[in-house]
């Protein structure tokens, strides 16, 4: 199994971690009404707990990968 790392200014998130939708807009540099747009579309590989929306780190990576090679 790949050991995913993201870092995000001075914080690592290992990539098993759920980051919350703001933080993934700013790793994506849209805005977050963007960000929370394409969750509730789930254009995101999003994992709801409760009312939460969380996106895992090694998700978000692997869609960024597909979009980059399509």
Known sequence: MKNI???VG???YGED???PVP???KVLG???RTARDMASRR???IHKIGKCVRVR???LMDW???RRTA
């Open 64 to 66: 960024m990968s597909e």
């Open 5 to 7: 790392q993201l870092h």
């Open 43 to 45: 254009e995101l590989p």
């Open 10 to 12: 001075a914080d690592t």
């Open 57 to 59: 780190v090694g998700d």
């Open 17 to 19: 971690e759920l980051l």
């Open 23 to 25: 933080l993934v807009a």
């Open 30 to 32: 849209i805005s977050v």
